[in-house]
């Protein structure tokens, strides 16, 4: 299953465990009340983390939800319907539930869907404090062969499991020992590619490809926004955008930053966009990375925070779709704001405290 890595810029107010490309506090965690027995086989949560589902805001895009959901259900209806779905030491009803209200979804029209869901599901909200960033997936200029300015790699998983756990620093001075994928013209968009797990390849013949996670190396991600703050060259709040103009400026200096970063990311090509960790395509602005050992991938939840960037209130359902290896607690999110400049935008400004919650069935 794929698994994406998102940075977090570092602010010295908490620990930081990654560097995403919005800014992100490390979240504090609490234990969640233990469920209470349920007549129906289902546990019930105590009334305080139960709450009415708001209606969304006026940019709600039915169109996109019932996409998404859609998405859902193609690997929801493949479970057993007996199975719980657990995340966290918590239970959130059966995939027999969910095919119910998959099955009953597909005759609705689409402006319908959103709110026959929230007719027949009930709220569990997760433990906070709760941080949203955001993250997209970006466009590259690459090549198949290495020539002129293409000269930096995005690499096939290797099957020797030496090759697989060097380190950045020591793949980067082997590179005849792997197996290239594509040349990426940019070294600083390659690394940063690494961080979003995924993206798009314009290539120099006129092609276009996607490309996606296939395996990591098993080395620990340390945020080079911290390495920058450690060697004085940056001071807080650190953005994607700083961190990017100081490895452009500074480019005797730039390995020696990216490589203290010891965690290197391997990636293989797919026919069409790769799929996010759930194994689905991921929605904009539906689709949300998670910590999967507090929330089970594939079910729908609600965020609520700002968009940092337009400072307007979001309140919308969306998909656990993906993970991040920066993504850690059960109430912290990234949303995935799609693709282009103005996804990017958000991404890069994305920072906000907020609430997650996720609906479960009553059906």
């Known amino acids: 299953m794929p698994q994406q890595e998102h940075i977090m810029p570092f602010s010295p107010a908490r620990t930081i465990t990654a560097l995403a490309l919005g800014a992100a506090f490390a979240m504090l965690v609490s234990c969640a009340p233990a469920p209470t027995p349920s007549t129906h086989g289902v546990p019930q949560y105590p009334a305080t983390n139960t709450v009415i589902l708001q209606p969304p805001p006026p940019t709600d895009d039915d169109a996109a939800f019932a ?7 193609t690997k ?6 007996s199975k719980t779905i657990s995340a966290g030491g918590r239970t959130f009803g059966t995939y027999g539930q969910w095919q119910i209200l998959c099955s009953k ?3 609705l029209p689409t402006m319908a869907i959103p709110n026959f869901v929230k007719a027949h599901t009930r709220e569990v909200k997760m433990p906070g404090p709760g941080k949203f960033t955001g993250y ?5 200029e690459g090549s198949r062969t290495r020539h002129g300015a293409y000269q930096t790699p995005l690499l096939a998983l ?3 499991e030496a090759l697989r756990t060097r380190t950045r620093a020591q793949v980067m001075a082997t590179l005849s020992d792997y197996q290239p994928v594509v040349w990426l013209a940019d070294p600083v968009d390659a690394f940063f590619l690494h961080i979003q797990g995924s993206g798009t390849v314009h290539l120099d013949t006129g092609e276009e490809i996607h490309v996606g996670f296939a395996g990591k190396n098993g080395h620990n991600y340390k945020s080079i926004g911290k390495t920058l703050l450690e060697m004085g060259e940056l001071n807080p709040p650190i953005t994607a955008d700083d961190i ?4 452009r400026a500074n480019p005797s200096r730039a390995d020696e930053v990216l490589h203290s970063n010891p965690s ?3 990636f293989k090509e797919f026919e069409e966009e790769s799929p996010g960790a759930y ?5 904009a602005m539906r689709s949300l990375a998670v910590d999967r050992a507090h929330v089970p991938l594939g079910v729908p939840v609600r965020v609520k925070t700002i968009l940092t960037g337009p400072k307007i209130p979001f309140n919308q359902l969306m998909f656990a779709h993906d993970v991040g290896s920066a993504i850690k607690g059960p109430s912290r999110g990234d949303i995935y704001m799609g693709h282009g400049d103005t996804a990017h935008a958000l991404a890069s400004t994305q920072n906000a405290e907020g609430d997650l919650y996720v609906l479960v069935p009553t059906l």
């Open 76 to 81: 929801l209806n493949k479970q057993p319907a």
């Open 279 to 283: 194994g689905v395509t991921l929605t």
């Open 264 to 266: 290197y990311i391997f």
């Open 67 to 73: 996409a998404a959901f859609a998405a859902s259900c």
């Open 244 to 247: 990017k103009a100081w490895l």
């Open 136 to 140: 997209f997936k970006p466009a590259l």
């Open 105 to 107: 979804v597909e005759t």
């Open 158 to 160: 290797p099957q020797s």
